[in-house]
């Protein structure tokens, strides 16, 4: 069966400092990945999704960035936070042609 | 004018009833239409999932999507505490990648 994992669960970052947030999809190949955020009492914001390996589509201009080294690897970064990146980060993924999200546990970040 | 709306709440209901949950939203493409459940500090899970027009029900919850009216809803029955959380429409046009989600509707259930 196929499993998404999402690290860290949390954490408190200083302004300023860098970001990486990672998620990983177990047993499917090829799926179409997802970032989104959520802030608090807000709905889901896409902030990245990718068809393939380095093929990313961003959805909202802002200091955050996103990457695809591999497959089932996909990766949120900043070089320099803001107070406004704090939120709920979740990452979500799909089989090619499926028509329903699963989403990870979610991140929990706060720019302190 | 946002693609999805729906009622942020908080609806808050005893034990047992029946809840009824809504979306609207703008683009008469949409095909496929989801509700998910969030509880607090937990990544959305699918509750449910249907295309197009009609009807789909599972256990106490009914997903009914009315395309004509461009409205969507749930529909809890005998509603526990556990159903306590909020509950997100999320909607998607055939061959494209987005999903567009509603900003989630918080709901109690008091025992």
């Known amino acids: 069966s196929q499993t998404i994992h999402q690290w860290p669960a949390t954490l408190v970052q200083p302004v300023g400092s860098p970001l990486s947030l990672e998620c990983t999809v177990e047993?499917?190949?090829?799926?179409?990945l997802y970032w989104y955020r959520q802030a608090a009492g807000r709905g889901l914001q896409l902030l990245f999704y990718?068809?393939?390996?380095?093929?990313i589509s961003s959805e909202v201009p802002q200091n955050l960035s996103a990457s695809r080294p591999q497959d089932r690897q996909f990766i949120l970064s900043s070089k320099k936070l803001l107070l406004s990146d704090s939120g709920f980060y979740l990452c979500?993924?799909?089989?090619?042609?499926?028509?329903?999200?699963?989403f990870g546990a979610g991140s929990r970040l706060t720019v302190l | 004018q946002k693609e999805v709306e729906q009622d942020p709440g908080p609806l808050s209901v005893p034990e047992g009833a029946i809840v009824s949950l809504n979306c609207t939203y703008s683009n008469s493409a949409f095909q496929y239409f989801m509700w998910y459940r969030q509880y607090s500090r937990k990544g959305p899970e699918l509750l449910m999932y249907?295309?197009?027009?009609g009807n789909k029900e599972d256990g106490r919850f009914t997903a009914q999507v009315d395309k004509s009216s461009k409205y969507i809803s749930l529909f809890i029955r005998d509603s526990q505490p556990s159903d306590s959380a909020t509950y997100l429409c999320?909607?998607?046009?055939?061959?494209?990648?987005?999903?567009?989600f509603g900003s989630g509707t918080k709901l109690n259930v008091k025992p």
């Open positions: 999320a909607m998607r046009v055939n061959n494209f990648n987005k999903f567009y």
């Open positions: 249907t295309y197009s027009s």
């Open positions: 979500a993924w799909r089989a090619s042609g499926a028509n329903v999200l699963t």
């Open positions: 047993g499917t190949s090829n799926p179409n």
């Open positions: 990718s068809v393939g390996i380095g093929q």
